[in-house]
Every structure is written in C-alpha cells, then in structure tokens.
C-alpha cells in the first residue's frame, strides 16, 4: 500500500515524489519512458553564473535520491486511464492497476507541431526529438539540419546540436497558415524573440532589446531584418524567410524557403533550395494534461501558460479531492520551476496527511518557487506572472461558486 | 559512417557500451544494450521505420518520447510497439509494419 501515486518522472514528479518520501510518505512513481528525467534530460546550456546545467546529471541526482528514500518506480510504465473508485484514485497502466489516495500528476508537456508540405518524410523530427537522440541516446539525428519555428526552445537545442558538432543550416520560419499562426508571423517572433534578450547572443536581439522600445521601430527592425539572416552561435535566424516545403524521395533531402513579407507573405519567384538530411519542427510546448482531463478537472485557457490548464491552487490542490498537480501541466516553464512546484505539491500532499503540521514548510516552499520563478534563466512566455494571476482568479471564482451552490 | 556521439565535450566520454545483435526486417545489425529501439536504427542509419498502413509512404521518428506514435514497429511478434520507448534487447526481432489492403476503398474505386 502507498500513500501516494506520482505520474511522471520528470523534475516536478522527481522532486515530488522526494519530498513525499522524506516526509515518512510511500510513494511510486509510474514513468512511460525508460529513464527517470523526463525533458529534464535532454537539457544542457551554460548558466550565467558560469558552469554547465546538464540535464543527464541533474536527473540522474535526483533519481538517485529518490531511490535512497525508499521511492518505488515502475518505469516504462504508460498510464492509459485514471478514475475514483470509492474515495480512491484508480491508476489503470500497460500491465497491473493501482490505487491510492493521493495522486499528483506531473505529466508535462508536448510539443506543437507545424504540418508543411513533406513533414511526413522520414528525417522531419520535432526539435525535442532531435535534442533527445543527441544529449540522451548520443545518436545524432543527422549530419546537417534545418529548424522550423523560431523560439527559444530551438534557439536552446540549436545550440546543443551544435555543441555535439552537428550543423544547423538555418533556423527559418515555418510558412504562415492558419495551423502555424503566430510562429509563422516575422514582427510576433521578433517580439517574442526581444523578451530572451538575456539569452540570445545575437547583435540584434542585443542592440534590439535596446533600440526596438516601441512599436515603429520594431516594425523597421522587421522590415531592414537582413534576408540571408543574422547569425546567432554562428547559425543564421531567418525571419523574413520561411520554409514553404520539405523535400525528398524516401526521406528528406532538403528544404525550400522564401523570402516573406514582414507580415508572413511569401514572395513568389524568391524560392531557393538548402539541401539537408534532417529538419526539425519547433511550434512550441503546451502542458499535456489529459489524465487531468479524463479525471474530470475544469479547465481554464491560459495564453501566458502555453493552452489549457487544470484548475488548480497555489498549493497544487486541483479542485478534486486527493488530485495534485506539479511541473509543466500547470503552464511552460523551465525545469527549475518545476522542480521547486513538485517540492511543493509534495509537501501538500504530506501535510493532508499530517493533519496540517507542515504548514510552514509550504510557505518557505512556496517562497522558493516564487524567487526561482522571477530569477528564472529561461522564459518562455515573458507574462507567466499574469497568467498565474488569471490562475488564482479562476480558483477564487470557483471556491465562490461552491459555496453559492452549498448555501 | 557511425551516427553516435561517442565524444561528447560537455557530456563527456560514453564508456562501457555493450553491444547486442538484433534483425531489423531481416537484417542483422549492432545495438546497444538498454538503448531505444529507434536510437538504435538512427545509430545505423536507418531512418525509415516504417511504412503507412493506408498510403504505403514511409516514416520515421517523429516526437521520439512517445506521444506520436509515428514509430511503431513489430517486436518478437507483437504489433505497434513504439520504437521511440522500447529499450533494445540482444537477438530482438524486429519488422517495419507495412501497407494494408484497404478494401472497401479499392472496390470503390473500381466499381463507383
């Protein structure tokens, strides 16, 4: 018997499932990977504060310590359904059911994908793909690449790809169409781009998050962007070029861009080919939060949080009895986020069954994520704040609801 | 040309590689040990994995953690076991899942 099921192994399940555990709590983990980490392990930049966060280490150190505290993990293990029976949570996966009283999701988050014309073809990988084959497996995903979508999710694995000597063409856009939306559209990428200033050694993001104050110089900034790119880590980012085609017989051979207007337009008769033997796909995270769905969670859309999100408090409490939640379901963050979330969530977990006797320890927890959020290196929506603000209206709004219903 | 990293200069040196045998489509090819069935195809360079059951067309990795389902392979006789999840183990065997006969849309084709 365990006090407490943790679906996900990836930082906030981790860091969770640690913190259950050293309070006294027993405690499994259920991971469809192979390895415990999650997107934890593919990770790997330079802090600013000098030295490298790799996230194959960081992983690994907090498996371990899970391990040494007791923490049962039953890996490879897909989840494919979860419900309440008689006041327990029900955890149905590929070969044996379990039940607890306390679950707490930590499932993450996926990626968007663009379709374009030949995605199909072997060798077009998301860009989580590729930097998971290159950092986890070792493997590379191709000798040279072209990346789709310009973010700072690619911008980071165009830099790992190149670390592990594997070149990168160019980073472009993806055509602009109604599925790619806004990570087709110059002047939003830019801005988007502008807000990771911090993190993007490129002269224009540089001198751009100086210059570019307002709305008019920004639309310049678009407008004299150089064709053929400006080169960030030596890999050129084309924003005023858009991949319009992938091309190859049985798999891919390479890409075909066009020169776009500055609001996504593309430029007939400006097609020119850039041969390839991988492309990657960058359309963004959103928090994957099915078994919250199938649960029965409310959902709320939160633009700031990266889609949908189960409603949930600052504590981790979703609005189900026994259901918690921790790490990138509740919005994209880095992994130091969610670290600090499945601490949290954690110790919740741990006072409900303890009568309450940890509610200092929640608070200094709650601190915690608080400065790690406002000192986060990595950002990937510059609201975040806001949309947890919007989170905790939606929360009051419903504990109201309740009590009108009640009364 | 190997595919691996063997060297990496912030992850350092990979040490200790066991290495298994195992059949893809019939042949025989070197793997390691525990690794992805599809780290494992990539690292020989093999790229198609399988090939669409409705249009035939070819496909390969495409999430690579499992949420896709672009990946599925046959294992020792089992069916749609994603090859981005299952860790390689010595003399598996291992089968591309083809094209399937669509017959209702063929006699359409045929006969409307």
Sequence with gaps: MNNAIVIGAGPAGLSGAISMAQQGLKVTVIDEYMKAGGRLLGQLYEEPTGGWWNGVKESANLYNSALSLGVDFKLSTPVSNIEKIDGQWVVYTNEHTYTTP??????????????????????????????????????????????????????????????????????????????????????????????????????????????????????????????????????????????????????????ILADISPSGEIIPGTETKISADFVCIAGGLYPLAELAALAGCPFHWIEELGGYVPLHNEKMETVLDGLYVAGNITGIEGAKIAIKQGHLAGLTIANKNYHGKLEQEIQDALQQLNSTRENAFIQFHPDINIGKQKLQQYWIKHQQDIKLVKN | ???????????????????????????????????????????????????????????????????????????????????????????????????????VRDWRANNE
């Design chain 2, 1 to 103: 040309m190997t595919m691996r990293i063997i060297d990496h200069p912030v992850l350092g040196r990979l040490n200790d590689l066991n290495t298994v045998l195992f059949t893809f489509n019939g042949e025989t090819l070197t793997g390691l040990l525990g690794e992805s069935i599809a780290a494992a195809l990539l690292a020989n360079g093999i790229r198609t994995i399988r090939y669409h059951e409705e249009s035939g067309t070819p496909r390969g990795i495409y999430c690579n953690i499992g949420h896709c389902f672009e990946c599925r392979v046959h294992v020792n006789g089992q069916q749609g076991v994603r090859a981005c999840l299952t860790p390689l183990e010595e003399n598996m065997n291992i089968i591309s899942g083809g094209k399937l006969p669509t017959p």
């Design chain 1, 102 to 255: 306390n679950l707490l999701l930590a499932t993450g988050a996926a990626e968007l994908p663009i379709p374009i014309p030949g995605w199909t073809l072997p060798g077009v990988m998301s860009v989580g793909a590729a930097q998971v084959m290159t950092n986890v497996h070792r493997v590379k995903p191709g000798n040279k690449g072209v990346i789709v979508g310009v973010n700072v999710l690619s911008s980071a694995i165009a830099m790992e790809l190149k670390i592990a000597n594997i070149e990168v063409a160019c980073i472009a856009l993806p055509r602009l169409t109604k599925v790619s939306e806004e990570t087709g559209n110059p002047l939003t990428v830019m801005n988007s781009l502008l807000n990771v200033a911090h993190m993007a050694p490129s002269q224009l993001v540089k001198m751009g998050s100086k210059l570019m104050k307002n709305d008019f110089l920004k639309k310049m900034g678009i407008t004299f962007y150089p064709k053929k790119g400006m080169k960030m880590w030596d890999i050129p980012i084309m924003l005023r070029k858009a991949v319009i085609e992938i091309y190859g017989n049985n798999s891919v051979d390479g890409v």
